[in-house]
């Protein structure tokens, strides 16, 4: 497989636990190439280009890969966005993407992938997704469409849309699977402009509905990352009342408890928002500080908090191995907060690539026992 917006490698990981190699990646964030690269190391067989996608050249890319994975920049369609869409000086990479897939021709990968924030599916009204399936169709590629959120595997809330091309599709199923296509994405099988299916999958595990605390990095109550007194009582102070009968209900706990928390404006002002569940929210980029997110410790009267670790920024993406020895800490929370999770990736790969590729979903794609397909 190759992979575009290839990040810190989070879904070669993913893949890779599939049963995929990789074989190329791209990337134009040295920091971003910086973690890859020490955690991938440089190997044989694998050449990893750094810099904007707008000057790779279909020459540069592999031509027997069976798989071209896309997690192309989301920040048009987030709604932490300005929402500009795929037209969006970042989201817009992706049509870059698509141009090196036309310009490999014949030899262009039978699979490919697409993975964005769920926005894409109203960015512009629906326009933007609309115009991202016609473009995979008019390179052949028949198109199905699918949400998982990382809940499913993992203590974080972090939907994300996946839009898988094939260029020999399996048949299409009449079953909607409401867990991976939820009903803001039906409206793309009923459109007869666009060639789609819906491969026959396994329903995905159930959100989870705990499980932060298990991940939490222990450290004691006089590391100096816990914030001071004047700092944590500046915290308290700015929650709703709300938010802070919730603080107070859970500081009387006998046990320590863990939440998460984000620093949001209301109203021009700028606030703490507590979760009130086991779970974290969607861990997003560092940039700004504003996005960051914290830990609250409460239990025995006590409140503390802290900001999240690279640590538990990996463990939440399903990384917990992942080597930081040299990432710098808002390095490694960016390089998180823009990945997709481990988990999900490497169910997809299992569940609907792999078996797509082996022609076990239906029509067989092609022979691919020159790829060493694991």
Request: net charge neutral; charged share 20%; proline share 6%.
């Amino acid at each position: 497989m190759i992979e575009f917006f290839a990040g810190i490698g989070l879904a070669r990981i993913g893949l890779e636990g599939a049963g995929f190699a990789a074989s190329w990646a791209n990337d134009y964030e040295p920091s971003k190439q910086q973690m890859y690269l020490a955690h991938f190391g440089e190997k044989r067989g694998h050449t990893f280009v750094l810099g904007d996608i707008a000057a790779v050249s279909a020459w540069d890319l592999p031509t027997d890969a069976a798989l071209a994975w896309a997690s192309s920049p989301c920040t048009d369609l987030s709604l932490a966005g300005a929402r500009a869409g795929l037209a969006g000086a970042a989201s817009g990479t992706f049509w870059h993407f698509i141009r090196l897939l036309e310009n490999l021709n014949d030899k262009r990968p039978p699979v490919v992938v697409l993975e964005n924030v769920t926005g894409l599916a109203t960015s512009h009204g629906g326009d933007d997704l609309y115009a991202a399936i016609s473009a995979f169709n008019q390179l052949g590629y028949s198109v199905d469409v699918l949400a998982i959120d990382a809940r499913r595997f993992l203590p974080q809330s972090r939907p994300r849309m996946f839009v898988i091309g094939a260029l020999n599709p399996p048949e299409d199923s009449a079953e909607s699977n409401p867990d991976l296509r939820p009903e803001y994405l039906q409206w793309v099988y009923g459109d007869s402009r666009l060639r789609t299916h819906r491969a026959r999958l396994p329903a995905p595990p159930a959100p989870l509905t705990s499980g932060l605390s298990s991940l939490i990095e222990e450290m004691p109550d006089a590391d100096e990352r816990w914030w001071d007194d004047h700092r944590t009582a500046r915290f308290a102070s700015s929650l709703s009342p709300m938010q802070t009968e919730r603080i107070n209900e859970l500081r009387r706990s006998r046990k320590i408890l863990y939440r998460t928390a984000y620093r949001r404006t209301r109203g021009g002002i700028p606030m703490w928002e507590v979760r009130a569940d086991d779970i974290s929210g969607c861990l997003r980029t560092a940039r700004g500080g504003s996005s960051k997110q914290a830990i609250v410790r409460l239990g025995g009267e006590r409140l503390q908090v802290r900001w999240m670790t690279p640590l538990e920024y990996a463990r939440l993406m399903g990384a917990a191995d992942y080597n930081l020895r040299t990432a710098g800490t808002n390095q490694a929370l960016f390089g998180f907060g823009d990945a997709v999770a481990v988990p999900v990736v490497k169910w997809l790969g299992t569940h609907y690539l792999i078996p797509l590729l082996r022609g076990e979903l239906g029509t067989p794609t092609t022979d691919f026992e020159h790829l060493s397909v694991k």
